[in-house]
């Protein structure tokens, strides 16, 4: 259950900066830092186990036939990237508290940071895949709100917008291959899914859902060529920078090809895309990094290039390279995390980002001048420092693939290239912003950051420092424990000693120093023939695209959707008939074999009185109530039916929802015009009759057919399981509370949400209030009948007693919650149309919305509820009871989830027909900013 509190400990977090909003800026920050600290202790209870190769498991049942589970697995790599999300996290909350201003709302970003927080840690300890995906897109969420922050900027807003279009792209992708491996394998679960590369490689599928897999990963990681997106990500905090765009977020894709490395990887197509999306965007970020002017830019690119690092590594296909890409991923989080906060504090101070103002700045902050050049010379690969160490090793690789065939000697070559340019953007920073003259232009005098703010960049540093010199002691057991979750199995011998003696990997690292070195001393060349390529503004382009798309959509929209309610039926229907013609073209005869039933008196009088109620709707569509008279005829007539055939519980659902779409209807004719358009013209009658004719071939055609034919059904297995699985001789309700009771949970949300929806429309409407009828006479001055009020004053306890019955003997008998529910509502709704709104309000001043938000949470917990005893989600449970002198009586659970639905049923109902039932009263719903 640890495994469970080290998640919801963050995402309570979230509310623990809203709470403490009040307090002064150190309680608050102090306060958001307790859940993520007392997480990362419940992790570091498990280290002896995971290092010692264990992998920890919590697993909750939800809904197992869908394979959606609560599955939770900490080993090796979910507990190095457990310990990079809590603990980077501890320190960016301790920075952030000085660097934002106080006009920025720090409970607001904490808020954000611990959603975001809460997500990567879903991502990396999830043991199912559905479950990952939701976390996944969850980042994409929260790193918009937090790119997004400073919302008053412009280049906020639009670097958040293409953030989260690129990243929730790739993650529409991921989760098609997510589904594709579920079905291949069988199972969401990620021990299933490890456990069974060959079936995934030998599948036909494979190639389509690697590709789909590697676009989720390649997007959120900023490879190319999707890496434009994170240099416009800069325009948010420099704690956002530091956390999500160095130590986290962009590292969720690489997280990704080193989860799913065992099952995916060992293919020439992985070898191929992988390694060569690498290189590329190694070579793309070293370059580009070198010209940037803004300190931020140049860390971005750097980001990109160290990503595209990690990811050749892991598309070297090598057990030594994922080695390697695993060891870079915890060096590059300590020293890039660093330099974002040494960046965020040198703007903090200064004024300025621009590193062509930023000179000299040794002599005003040399502490936090030597801590930012100790963190970039782990950057640049320098000797004893964690950065070379993981160089080297990726230099050994580059030595001993074979990715290319004979041509392989290039990458081992480009590798050294993107080393040299990390080289000279490593020294620009250095040079440039600390040395090189005096500041220009700066508003105002640089000076070293509070100290607290210092003390983030002091500990990863020192970190750098350690790691660089005392590798194995340090880091050896956690590297050896994630390489072992990585390989899937045994982890071969590599040295993570300083020294290796004069080799290739060396004679590399040293001619990456030394042209770095060259290159930078020479770099006004450089400089002078980038200028002469044509500026690529990402950032328009994307924007200027994305418009473009939009006007594209629009237009089509425009022609698609033209207001006419009988284009769009036209257009419906006319695709109905081709995809309901098509198959019935390859029958040879409609007739199944099964003899028909003979046709009595009853049958067809009822047919008969449905066939002319139907007609006389059609020819009398002008008279509004006599129309709505005939097709309440209609619905009176199904209902018979559904009681002829033995399905009574359908025949009271269908009763009870005629009565209040009649009184829905009667409200609303009161509000549309009285006249009706002018008759369509004859061309358009002759293409209405010829398409409703083919419609009406087509349906009885495909009802004769499947009525013909023998019917294989389920309904044997609920009628055989009812009552001993779900302890009700009512099978429909059974089905209803039981069997599929998340169906119904969604059902009564969706139905919820609908009501709230119309609520807030109709807040917005204007009102029509009619003088008289369609004819000319005036309304009765009586507006309340005698009569009518007598009459439903009288019939309320005896309906809301029926409801009562009607629900508590749905488990056995016909009835049932929902049935129950709309019993009520008219029950209700009768006594505002007989009462009045004034008169109602006086005895039962409710308010729906409460009521709806009541019977979802109750049909909630109670699904909820079953986890308690280690069963899926909505679990029923019944038994037997002997109470003195009722005698033995049965109870169940599932009575609690059908007064949900019951409550939310009575509460959506009464909130649409109560709130237009208003619209011409002084209790009409009206928005908040019209008061």
Not at 256 to 274: D, H, M, N, Q
Not at 405 to 431: D, K, Q
Not at 516 to 527: A, D, E
Not at 603 to 615: D, E, K, P, R, V
């Given at each position: ?9 963050p ?24 859940p ?68 920025d ?5 904490y ?16 043991g199912n895949?559905l ?11 929260s ?21 989260l ?10 989760l ?9 394998v ?55 920078s ?8 962009v590292k ?9 490395y ?29 010209f ?5 830019g140049?860390?971005?690119y750097?980001?990109?290039s160290h ?15 994922a080695v390697?890409g ?16 040494a ?8 004024g ?55 041509l ?7 590798a050294?290239?993107?080393a ?28 070293e ?8 960049v ?9 790691v660089?010199i ?69 950032l328009?382009?994307f924007?200027?695209s ?6 594209r ?10 207001g ?9 229907l006319l695709a ?11 029958l ?15 049958n ?5 009185m ?14 509004r ?16 039916a ?12 269908q009763?009870?929802v ?12 009161f ?11 004859a061309?358009?009658?002759?293409r209405?009759?010829?398409?409703a004719?083919?419609?009406g071939?087509?349906v009885?055609?495909?009802s ?6 023998p019917?294989s059904?389920i ?17 429909v309700?059974?089905?209803?509370v ?17 009501s ?11 009102v ?21 009020s ?16 009607i ?14 529910g ?8 009768l006594?505002?149309i007989?009462?009045g ?22 049909a ?23 109470i ?12 609690a ?18 709130s ?16």
């Amino acid at each position: 259950m640890t495994l469970m509190w080290i998640l919801l400990l963050p995402l309570l977090g979230t509310l623990v900066p809203l709470l403490a909003a009040k307090w002064n800026r150190s309680a608050c920050a102090l306060a958001t830092a307790l859940p993520p600290a007392i997480a990362l202790m419940l992790v570091l209870l498990h280290t002896e186990q995971v290092l010692s190769g264990n992998t920890v498991r919590f697993f909750l049942s939800w809904i197992p036939l869908l394979g959606l589970d609560i599955s939770i697995r900490l080993d090796g790599l979910a507990y190095l990237f457990s310990l990079l999300i809590l603990g980077i996290g501890l320190l960016i909350i301790l920075y952030a508290r000085y660097y934002l201003s106080e006009r920025d709302s720090m409970p607001r970003f904490y808020a954000y940071l611990m959603l975001f927080m809460t997500a990567m840690l879903g991502i990396v300890l999830s043991g199912n895949l559905l479950q990952m995906w939701m976390f996944w897109e969850l980042t994409s969420i929260s790193s918009f709100l937090l790119i997004s922050f400073w919302w008053h900027k412009a280049e906020a807003r639009r670097g958040a917008r293409m953030a989260l279009t690129v990243t929730g792209a790739g993650g529409l992708a991921l989760l098609a291959a997510f589904l594709l491996i579920g079905q291949v394998v069988g199972s969401y679960d990620l021990d299933v899914v490890l456990a069974s590369t060959d079936v995934i490689q030998q599948h036909s599928w494979y190639p389509i859902l690697l590709v789909l897999f590697l676009l989720g990963c390649f997007t959120k990681s900023a490879q190319f060529p999707f890496h434009f997106w994170l240099p416009n990500a800069m325009a948010a905090p420099t704690p956002v920078s530091a956390y999500l765009h160095s130590a986290t977020m962009v590292k969720a894709g690489i997280f990704l090809l080193a989860r799913f490395y065992p099952a995916l990887s060992g293919t020439e197509l992985w070898f191929i895309l992988v390694s060569l999306t690498g290189l590329a965007t190694l070579l793309i970020g070293a370059y580009l990094a070198l010209f940037k002017h803004d300190l931020k830019g140049l860390l971005a690119y750097s980001t990109i290039s160290h990503l595209g690092l990690i990811t050749l590594l892991f598309g070297m296909g090598t057990d030594l390279a994922a080695v390697a890409g695993v060891f870079h991923i915890i060096n590059h989080a300590t020293f890039k995390a660093s330099l974002f906060m040494a960046a965020g504090i040198i703007d903090h101070e200064s004024g300025s980002r621009d590193m062509r103002k930023l000179n000299g700045l040794w002599q005003f902050m040399p502490i936090t001048a030597t801590l930012a050049m100790v963190a970039a010379a782990a950057m640049a690969g320098v000797p004893l420092l964690n950065g070379f160490l993981s160089k080297e090793m990726f230099f050994a690789e580059t030595l001993h693939q074979h990715l290319l065939g004979s041509l392989s000697w290039v990458i081992p070559v480009l590798a050294t290239v993107a080393a040299i340019f990390s080289v000279a953007y490593s020294m620009r920073f250095i040079h440039d912003v600390f040395f090189n003259g005096q500041p220009k232009g700066l508003t105002k005098t640089p000076h070293e950051p509070p100290r607290y703010m210092r003390v983030p960049v002091e500990v990863l540093v020192a970190l750098c420092i350690l790691v660089g010199i005392f590798p194995a002691y340090l880091i050896g057991d956690l590297l050896h424990a994630a390489s072992a979750s990585v390989l899937g199995g045994a982890v071969p011998e590599y040295s993570l000693a300083i020294w290796h003696g004069f080799n290739l990997p060396l004679m590399m690292s040293i001619l990456a120093l030394a042209g770095g070195t060259l290159i930078y001393v020479n770099r006004k060349h450089l400089f002078d023939f980038q200028n002469t390529l044509p500026d690529m503004d990402t950032l328009n382009s994307f924007e200027r695209s994305v418009k473009s798309l939009i006007a594209r959509c629009d237009q089509f929209y425009q022609w698609l959707d033209n207001g006419s309610l009988q284009r769009y039926m036209v257009l419906v229907l006319l695709a109905f008939i081709v995809l309901a013609g098509m198959p019935l073209l390859e029958l040879d005869t409609l007739w199944g074999g099964r003899d028909e039933l003979p046709i009595d008196a009853v049958n067809a009088t009822g047919a008969a009185m449905l066939l002319i109620a139907a007609f006389a709707t059609v020819v009398w569509h002008r008279k509004r109530v006599v129309a709505l008279l005939m097709i309440s005829v209609v619905g009176l007539m199904v209902s018979i039916a559904f009681t002829r055939f033995s399905a009574p519980d359908l025949a009271l659902t269908q009763l009870s929802v005629e009565v209040v779409t009649v009184i829905l209807l009667m409200l609303a004719l009161f509000f549309l015009p009285h006249k009706t358009p002018k008759q369509s013209e004859a061309p358009r009658v002759v293409r209405d009759i010829s398409i409703a004719s083919m419609v009406g071939v087509l349906v009885g055609s495909l009802s004769y057919a499947l009525m013909t034919r023998p019917l294989s059904s389920i309904s044997e297995f609920f009628l055989a399981n009812a009552k001993t699985g779900g302890g009700g001789t009512n099978v429909v309700n059974v089905i209803l509370v039981d069997f599929r009771g998340f169906d119904t949970m969604g059902e009564i949300a969706v139905l919820g949400i609908a009501s709230l929806g119309i609520f807030k429309l109709l807040t917005r409407i204007p009102v029509f209030k009619p003088s008289s009828d369609g004819e000319g006479r005036p309304w009765a001055t009586e507006r309340h009948s005698l009569l009518l009020s007598t009459v439903s004053q009288s019939l309320l306890p005896l309906a809301i007693m029926v409801s009562v019955y009607i629900f508590f003997r749905g488990h056995n008998l016909p009835g049932g919650g929902f049935i129950a529910g709309l019993i009520t509502a008219v029950a209700i709704i009768l006594q505002y149309i007989a009462q009045g709104v004034d008169w109602v309000k006086e005895r039962m001043n409710v308010e729906y919305q409460r009521v709806v938000a009541i019977g979802l949470l109750i049909a909630l917990f109670t699904g909820v509820a079953s986890w308690a005893f280690g069963k899926p989600f909505l679990t029923s449970w019944f038994d037997y009871f002997d109470i003195p002198l009722l005698g033995e009586i049965e109870l169940a659970s599932a009575i609690a989830f059908d007064l949900g639905v019951y409550i939310t049923v009575v509460g959506s109902t009464l909130l649409i027909l109560a709130s237009l039932g208003k619209m011409t009263t002084s209790h009409r719903p009206v928005h908040k900013d019209t008061i």
